[in-house]
T-cell receptor, first 116, second 108 residues
Framework: EPEVTQTPSHQVTQMGQEVILRCVPI?????FYWYRQILGQKVEFLVS????????KSEIFDDQFSVERPDGSNFTLKIRSTKLEDSAMYFC??????????????FGPGTRLLVL | KNEVEQSPQNLTAQEGEFITINCSYS?????LHWLQQHPGGGIVSLFM???GKKKHGRLIATINIQEKHSSLHITASHPRDSAVYIC??????????FGKGMKLTVNP
């Protein structure tokens, strides 16, 4: 069964460093998402991406964050200058996107980011 | 802004018990999702529903749009059902708004 994959599974970085989290969505999906979950807290929406542009973003997704689909398979989240509070599990998700917003979203296994 | 509340926050059950997890939300929605988060952190989508009821194996999800409430039922619970169950809602866009989740432990 097709699945969303994410790399790396864990990343440790120093405060102020740039990190790139990578995701390979399900191949025929058109909508892509990033979510994050700070330890012990609820999952939060960061951004959705469709047709090579941001479709919607939350107030968390400030200028320090960016997303890109550099080729036909990868979808990346970049944090330019990490802060301690960026430590979280980051989930990528994708959905079919065949015309309605209300679709099952398929989640990747997550990347656990620790900023020291 | 939609507020999503889940109850109970934690539940411990014995194998075989019938379990109900509740979710309420404050603003009208276009769809509600039930998700399962495993101890390792991975999230699996269980159901997406806009009205009525859906069933998959031992899981049943219902939604009452007028009362802004949904329930997830697990029949004949098993230790492998132990996980965090999360309710998330959509309000006409792709964005999901999540509840805090309910941690279920099923003992043999």
């Amino acid at each position: 069964e097709p699945e969303v994959t994410q790399t790396p599974s864990h990343q440790v970085t120093q405060m102020g460093q740039e990190v790139i989290l990578r995701c390979v969505p399900i191949s025929n999906h058109l909508y892509f998402y990033w979510y994050r979950q700070i330890l012990g807290q609820k999952v939060e929406f960061l951004v959705s991406f469709y047709n090579n542009e941001i479709s919607e973003k939350s107030e968390i997704f400030d200028d320090q964050f960016s997303v890109e689909r550099p080729d036909g398979s990868n979808f990346t989240l970049k944090i330019r200058s990490t802060k301690l509070e960026d430590s979280a599990m980051y989930f990528c998700a994708s959905s079919d996107g065949r015309g309605v917003a209300e679709e099952t979203q398929y989640f990747g296994p997550g990347t656990r980011l620790l900023v020291l | 802004k939609n507020e999503v509340e889940q109850s109970p926050q934690n539940l411990t059950a014995q194998e075989g018990e019938f379990i109900t997890i509740n979710c309420s939300y404050s603003v009208g929605i276009s769809a509600l999702h039930w998700l399962q988060q495993h101890p390792g952190g991975g999230i699996v989508s269980l159901f997406m529903l806009s009205s009525g009821k859906k069933k998959h194996g031992r899981l049943i999800a219902t939604i009452n749009i007028q009362e802004k409430h949904s329930s997830l039922h697990i029949t004949a619970s098993h230790p492998r059902d132990s996980a965090v169950y999360i309710c998330a809602v959509q309000g006409g866009s792709e964005k999901l708004v999540f509840g805090k989740g309910m941690k279920l432990t099923v003992n043999p």
